[in-house]
């Protein structure tokens, strides 16, 4: 008897789990608006290495959307939020040291 109320209970919670995250995940990405560069690509993204060039990311990824400077750190954007400005977006950006070199990449996912 004791074993059964535990399968029950084991049933329910799983049952309960699989609903919630259905609505996490459609609270989540059902009102998703990003704009990329024209060259961007998600493969082109993540192939890309730690210490490539910005000429070399300029010729695989063509120009970004945007490029910002700070504190000596040169951020390229290749992507923003969409035109609905309520809604989710992916962000994808690279960062370049001093000497032109890639330094560090960016891979989120902002919650409005």
Do not use: C
């Amino acid at each position: 008897m004791v074993n059964v109320t535990w399968q029950l209970a084991l049933k329910t919670l799983v049952g309960l789990s699989l609903v919630y995250l259905s609505f996490m995940g459609w609270v989540l990405f059902h009102n998703v608006s990003t704009e990329y560069a024209p060259g961007y690509s998600s493969a082109k993204f993540q192939a890309l290495a730690l210490g490539t060039t910005k000429e070399e990311v300029l010729t695989e990824m063509g120009e970004p959307l945007a490029k910002e400077n700070y504190d000596g750190v040169e951020i390229w954007y290749y992507s923003r939020q969409g035109t609905d400005k309520t809604a989710n977006y992916f962000v994808r950006n690279l960062e370049f040291g001093k000497d032109g070199r890639l330094i560090g990449k960016t891979a989120e996912f902002e919650v409005d």
